[in-house]
């Protein structure tokens, strides 16, 4: 498996690449936004480590080109902690934000388990017999792993597409933020609900004609979240 590490410091982009490649990651470096860019379009990757302060093209846009045309796993790597840094880096794509300092061995945990899943999301798609959820003007096609809205295709990263399909194939059933994190992320939920709000907050941007509004993914306050009646 190859990952795309992104991080302007060489002491902690070499120490990172030694240890992932002791784990049999093949490795491939960039030092700036600019190279990252070119480095990501030509070769596959299995995920992309990125670090949010890089010269040239900050992190936050190399996430934004990525995201425009590919749902890869990006983690983050980030010395910036806040709960605002967390939510703008989630919100523009990224599936986990590890900050610094960090453990390796806690970072190679996290690049496992985003692999896991998206490999996991791949093969079930793959194994499954092409089948079709349609909700109003939605039409989720679970073969092809994809979404459809008046004939035009969404884009969904996959995690957003894991959580409208749970939704989906369960029409009738309040999710709890504790339920959604336990299903959708495979890990215990820790209390902490920004992963799920910022994942649901980009999902109704995507499917909804006014997020603030939704038809779709409906908020059944107090509890979570549930499918709507669509349009």
Same mark, same amino acid.
């Given at each position: 498996?190859?990952?795309?590490?992104?991080?302007?410091? $060489?002491?902690?982009?070499?120490?990172?690449?030694? #240890?992932?490649?002791?784990?049999?990651?093949?490795?491939?470096?960039?030092?700036?936004?600019?190279?990252?860019?070119?480095?990501? #379009?030509?070769?596959?990757?299995?995920?992309?480590? *990125?670090?949010?302060?890089?010269?040239?093209?900050?992190?936050?846009? $190399?996430?934004?080109?990525?995201?425009?045309?590919?749902?890869?796993?990006?983690?983050?790597?980030?010395?910036?902690?806040?709960?605002?840094?967390?939510? *703008?880096?989630?919100?523009?794509?990224?599936?986990?934000?590890?900050?610094?300092? #960090?453990?390796?061995?806690?970072?190679?945990?996290?690049?496992?388990?985003?692999?896991?899943?998206?490999?996991?999301?791949?093969?079930?798609?793959?194994?499954?017999?092409?089948?079709?959820?349609?909700?109003?003007?939605? $039409?989720?096609?679970?073969?092809?792993?994809?979404?459809?809205?008046?004939?035009?295709?969404?884009?969904?990263?996959?995690?957003? #597409?894991?959580?409208?399909? *749970?939704?989906?194939?369960?029409?009738?059933?309040?999710?709890? /933020?504790?339920?959604?994190?336990?299903?959708?992320?495979?890990?215990?939920?820790?209390?902490?609900?920004?992963?799920?709000?910022?994942?649901?907050?980009? *999902?109704?941007? /995507?499917?909804?004609?006014?997020?603030?509004?939704?038809?779709?993914? $409906?908020?059944?306050?107090?509890?979570?979240? /549930?499918?709507?009646?669509? /349009?």
């Amino acid at each position: 498996m190859k990952i795309l590490l992104v991080e302007d410091d $060489v002491e902690i982009s070499e120490m990172l690449k030694n #240890f992932l490649m002791t784990e049999n990651f093949e490795v491939v470096t960039a030092y700036d936004g600019e190279s990252a860019c070119e480095k990501f #379009f030509v070769d596959e990757y299995s995920i992309v480590l *990125l670090d949010l302060m890089i010269p040239k093209i900050s992190g936050m846009e $190399v996430m934004k080109t990525i995201r425009a045309s590919s749902t890869v796993p990006i983690m983050i790597l980030s010395a910036k902690d806040t709960d605002s840094d967390k939510t *703008l880096g989630l919100g523009l794509g990224a599936d986990d934000y590890v900050t610094k300092p #960090f453990s390796v061995t806690e970072v190679l945990a996290r690049i496992k388990a985003n692999i896991r899943r998206n490999t996991q999301y791949t093969a079930a798609v793959a194994a499954e017999e092409e089948e079709i959820l349609t909700k109003g003007e939605l $039409v989720l096609n679970l073969n092809a792993y994809s979404v459809m809205k008046n004939g035009k295709k969404v884009e969904l990263t996959a995690k957003e #597409f894991e959580i409208l399909k *749970l939704l989906m194939k369960n029409p009738k059933k309040v999710y709890t /933020k504790e339920q959604l994190y336990s299903q959708i992320w495979n890990d215990a939920y820790m209390g902490d609900e920004n992963a799920v709000n910022v994942h649901i907050s980009r *999902l109704r941007n /995507k499917i909804e004609d006014n997020p603030r509004d939704p038809d779709y993914v $409906v908020t059944v306050w107090g509890i979570g979240y /549930k499918l709507g009646d669509g /349009k």
